[in-house]
């Protein structure tokens, strides 16, 4: 089993950055695809990125296309989430989740939803606002 320790949050005004961090480890963490996760107040939890374990492929909802990107060291077993050009909706509490799997994890279902994973961080909160 993975464990997953989450840092980097914080306030931020809008337009802002910030770059989260996923601490992985436990056995085979390498065969885990690690996704990021939010859940802002009253509403449903949202898949906003993730990043397989094979290639090195990554995932992008359409709400931070193009202001998001995932990386992965696997030197340290940690994942990454920069996010600049922040908006106030993107205020949430954020969380990496994993699951195990080889090619192709991250566009299944269970990594848009957060269903069925096998790990997950505590989470870190992020505020967006002025």
């Known amino acids: 089993q993975v464990q997953l320790v989450e840092s980097g949050g914080g306030s931020v005004q809008p337009g802002g950055s910030l770059r989260l961090s996923c601490a992985a480890s436990?056995?085979?963490?390498?065969?885990?695809?690690i996704g990021w996760f939010r859940q802002a107040p009253g509403k449903e939890r949202e898949g906003i990125s993730c990043?397989?374990?094979?290639?090195?492929?990554?995932r992008y909802a359409a709400s931070v296309m193009g202001r998001f990107t995932i990386s992965r060291d696997y030197a340290t077993n940690t994942v990454y989430l920069q996010m600049n050009s922040l908006k106030p909706e993107d205020t949430a509490d954020y969380y990496c989740?994993?699951?195990?799997?080889?090619?192709?994890?991250?566009?299944?279902?269970?990594?848009?939803?957060?269903?069925?994973?096998?790990?997950w961080g505590q989470g870190t909160l992020v505020t967006v606002s002025s």
């Open positions: 990043i397989n374990s094979s290639d090195g492929s990554t």
């Open positions: 989740g994993a699951e195990r799997g080889w090619v192709g994890v991250c566009f299944g279902p269970s990594m848009r939803s957060g269903d069925g994973l096998d790990a």
């Open positions: 436990g056995r085979d963490v390498d065969y885990y695809a």
